[in-house]
């Protein structure tokens, strides 16, 4: 199984950003966490980070045949973009959204996910946690699938 983890605007700085909220891993820190964990369940992880809305649109059309799982962090725009939730349903990919933190726990703008619908389940609120969790469920889903 290949998962592609998908990270949007502003996920590049983590670690120095709003460290009290976002915590103080690096998503380079993340992503060896989610590697090891991967190798461990024979799973092929790959990172991807954008802060621009259509790479991220181009990056999950383009997952399509390469990858079976698209682990989606999209950030800012998971709360503004139907770009985003048009392209997970126009190319029919099967996505997870995470997130670092609680998102209905937050302000009111950050409590509505413009991409749910469009996505298996979502994981929120549990930290860097919340990126294994995401190859977790797409474990599970995978053999509940098979
Ligand atoms: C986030 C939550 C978003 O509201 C925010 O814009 C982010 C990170 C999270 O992982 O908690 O950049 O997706």
């Known amino acids: 199984m290949k998962v592609l983890f998908l990270n949007g605007p502003n996920l590049n700085l ?59 962090n999209a950030a800012a725009y998971t709360h503004t973009s139907i770009g985003l939730k048009d392209a997970i349903v126009g190319a029919g990919v099967k996505a997870i959204e995470i997130h670092l933190t609680n998102i209905h726990a937050r302000e009111s703008y950050r409590q509505t996910s413009i991409i749910a619908q469009a996505c298996i389940g979502s994981i ?14 797409a474990i599970l889903h995978n053999k509940a699938n098979d």
């Open 14 to 72: 983590l670690g120095q950003r709003e460290p009290e909220i976002y915590g103080s891993m690096k998503l380079s820190d993340i992503e060896e966490m989610v590697r090891e964990h991967g190798q461990r369940h024979g799973v092929e992880v790959v990172f991807q980070q954008s802060n621009h809305e259509g790479e991220l649109v181009t990056q999950v059309q383009q997952s399509v045949g390469d990858y079976d799982y698209v682990i989606l």
């Open 124 to 137: 929120n609120g549990f930290g860097a946690g919340s990126y294994i969790l995401g190859l977790e469920a």
